[in-house]
C-alpha cells in the first residue's frame, strides 16, 4: 500500500519538473524546482520508513533544511542580477 | 486503527501536494503560485511526515526534526522567493515608468 502511494508522490513530482522545463521566466522555474525539492525530501522520507532504515532519513531531513537555505541564496543572487 | 489514521494523513497530504501542484501550470502570476505552493507544499509535507511518524514511531526525533526544518525552511523560502521575485518586476516597472 505504501508504494501506491510512493507512486502517486512520483507523478506529484513529475508536474513541477514539467512546468520547470516548459517555463521560460527564471522565477516560474525557482518556484518549480523549490516545489521539487521539498517533495524530493519527503519521498526520501517515506523511503527510509519503508526500508526501516534511519540513515536514509537523515539525508532526507539534510535535503530538506540545506536544499531550501541553498534556493533562498540563489535567489538573492538572481535578484542582485536582476538589479545590475 | 493507527494504520488508518496513519493512511488518512498520507491521503491528505498527497491531495494538498496535488491541490498546489496542478496550480502551477496554470499561466497565472507568479505569487499566485508560489501562495498555493507554499501552502500545499508545507501542509501536504507535514500530514505525510505525520502519517509516517504514527507508523514508525521509534523514528520521532528524525521526523520531529524534519517537520521543524518544513515549518521553518519552507515558509522562509517563499518569504525569499516572494520578495525576490516581486522586487525584480518592480525594478522593471520604475524604469519603464
Known amino acids: ?41 519527503v519521498m526520501i522520507l517515506l523511503v527510509s520508513i519503508l526500508r526501516d532504515d534511519w540513515m536514509i532519513g537523515i539525508v532526507g531531513v539534510i535535503i530538506l533544511s540545506v536544499g531550501n537555505a541553498g534556493f533562498m541564496l540563489l535567489a538573492h543572487i538572481l535578484k542582485r542580477m536582476g538589479d545590475s | 486503527m493507527i494504520n488508518l489514521l496513519s493512511y488518512f494523513c498520507l491521503g491528505v497530504g498527497l491531495v494538498f501536494w496535488f491541490w498546489g501542484t496542478v496550480s502551477l501550470l496554470s499561466s497565472r502570476s507568479v505569487l499566485f503560485k508560489l501562495h498555493h505552493l507554499s501552502v500545499s507544499d508545507t501542509l501536504g509535507s507535514i500530514a505525510i511526515i505525520f502519517g509516517l511518524l504514527l507508523r514508525r514511531p521509534t523514528e520521532f ?21 516572494a520578495y525576490c521575485s516581486s522586487s525584480d518586476s518592480n525594478d522593471g516597472g520604475q524604469i519603464d515608468g
Open chain 1, 1 to 41: 500500500m505504501l508504494n501506491l502511494v510512493l507512486m502517486a508522490m512520483i507523478v506529484a513530482l513529475l508536474i513541477p519538473l514539467y512546468q520547470a522545463w516548459r517555463d521560460e521566466d527564471i522565477w516560474q522555474t525557482m518556484l518549480a524546482l523549490a516545489s521539487v525539492s521539498a517533495k524530493s525530501a
Open chain 2, 61 to 81: 526525533p528524525l521526523l520531529l526534526l524534519a517537520i521543524l526544518s518544513l515549518v521553518l525552511w519552507n515558509t522562509m523560502l517563499g518569504y525569499v522567493l
